[in-house]
């Protein structure tokens, strides 16, 4: 078993929050097979590649639980802080081995893997209800020069080649033209960098049509 029959009697964990010096905090795993468990988990937002360290239980309360490590491939998903993350698979169902935090939610999903080995900018996670009901975005603290942005569709995932950011983006927007052109002009606001405003923009005007 990927996680101990003690993991399923965890309580609620809203109100065991962990202190700021922690590379844990309280959040919820949800395996393959449908099973929901509580447990302390990294709080990460590059998202994760291969394996995952958790504790059980409180990582700060003694007795120190022993922290662990699993394969992402036992994860669906998982929530920390608000902070939702899913196992990535490609259209041919095949596991990416990637756990990546969803920037937005909508029509369109955004998704966002930064290799590690490098320090994200300082800025406070914001979690935004924007432009209506139809897209959620996410803005994060990511390392733009080593992270990879991939994009779900009626289950169709696109990975984002910052190479041919440009050209892939433009293509995926052209229903909607104006959208469309200001990626092809790289205008501004409208860039790599600029990828979770963009697909917001996007889902809002899918939900006006």
Same mark, same amino acid.
């Given at each position: ?23 844990? =905090?309280?959040? #919820? ?6 099973? #929901? ?88 996670? =914001? ?5 209506? =009901? ?10 733009? #020069? ?33 959208? =469309? ?29």
């Amino acid at each position: 078993m990927p996680f101990s029959t003690h993991a399923q009697t965890v309580p609620d964990t809203a109100a065991m929050e962990t202190s700021k010096r922690s590379s844990f =905090a309280p959040g #919820t795993v949800t395996t393959p097979e449908g099973r #929901t468990i509580h447990l302390y988990l990294p709080h990460s937002v590059n998202g994760f590649e291969k394996f995952i360290d958790f504790c059980e239980t409180h990582p700060e309360v003694r007795p120190y639980p022993q922290t662990k490590h699993i394969s992402v491939d036992k994860i669906h998903c998982m929530t920390v802080r608000d902070q939702y993350f899913e196992t990535l698979h490609n259209n041919d169902g095949k596991s990416m081995r990637i756990l990546a935090p969803r920037l937005v939610a909508g029509p369109v999903e955004l998704f966002n893997y930064a290799e590690g080995k490098s320090i994200p900018p300082i800025v406070p996670i =914001a979690a935004i209800a924007s432009m209506g =009901a139809a897209s959620t975005v996410v803005l994060l603290g990511i390392n733009y #020069t080593s992270n990879h942005w991939y994009l779900r569709r009626n289950g169709q995932l696109l990975e984002v080649k910052r190479s041919k950011f440009t050209e892939q983006v433009a293509a995926y927007l052209q229903d909607a033209p104006e959208l =469309a052109q200001k990626v092809m002009a790289r205008a501004k606001g409208y860039q790599y960098q600029d990828m979770p405003q963009t697909i917001a923009e996007y889902n809002s005007f899918l939900a006006a049509q």
